[in-house]
């Protein structure tokens, strides 16, 4: 079964913690994103890699960091940096950097 | 800047009924993509529709359908019979090219969709 998967569902996180969301992809793509949403915004993007060993920040970077050392799993990781994390997390992932984005499940953080 | 704009914050029809929903966008590129995107309450996100901007056709997926009005620069997402599991946010997005070559989609704030039995 091709698709994008997150997990955990749901994170619950200690302020001060450092917390990773996972995200895994079987699709081929080279392409890969996160996205951070809040109630009645639309998404953010946090960061990007159109490729293996290369990402790029988004437009909310701070406090946040990735990695992208294989292809198919692009790891968030969320820092005590970041003021406010409480919110839903999105990967995506697309053939190439301008094809059409697919999205998994997403990830419900929330920090105590 | 580049923007995307949804004015209706929430919407509601009977089930069976068609309805439309806006969107309006800023670019001064000439080609880009467009796109709807639908979040039920499971919270995936699930592509719906996508235009290509050189595209002068409306696409359609089924009871999806597009009216793209590129100098008006309009989006509007027209749902024929629409049915129970079409309730969901639905969200427009933008696709601009960035000055490093790489993409970025740019998302509307959604509107809320919901169909009545």
């Known amino acids: 079964d091709g698709g994008i998967t997150q997990s955990p569902k749901y994170l619950f996180r200690k302020e001060g913690q450092n917390v990773t969301l996972s995200c895994e992809q079987n699709l081929n793509h080279d392409a890969m994103y996160w996205y951070r949403q809040d109630p009645g915004q639309g998404l953010r993007l946090i960061y990007y890699?159109?490729?293996?060993?290369?990402?790029q920040k988004g437009d909310i970077a701070e406090g946040y960091s990735v990695s992208r050392e294989k292809k198919e799993s692009f790891p968030l990781t969320v820092t005590s940096a970041q003021k406010n994390p409480t919110a839903f997390y999105l990967c995506a992932s697309s053939i190439s950097g301008g094809d059409t984005q697919y999205f998994g499940p997403g990830t419900r953080l929330t920090v105590l | 800047a580049q923007t995307v704009t949804q004015s209706q914050p929430e919407m509601s029809v009977q089930e069976a009924e068609t309805v439309t929903l806006s969107c309006t966008y800023d670019?001064?590129?000439?080609?880009?993509?467009l796109f709807w995107y639908k979040q039920p309450p499971s919270r995936q996100m699930i592509l719906v529709i996508r235009q290509e901007a050189y595209k002068q056709q409306n696409a359609t997926e089924n009871r999806f359908s597009v009216n793209f009005q590129k100098a008006a620069k309009s989006f509007s997402l027209k749902i024929s019979d629409s049915q129970l599991g079409d309730t969901a946010m639905y969200f427009c997005a933008f696709m601009k090219r960035l000055v490093n070559s790489n993409y970025q989609l740019i998302w509307g704030a959604g509107t809320k969709l919901i169909i009545k039995p």
């Open positions: 890699s159109q490729i293996v060993n290369d990402f």
């Open positions: 670019t001064s590129e000439n080609n880009y993509y």
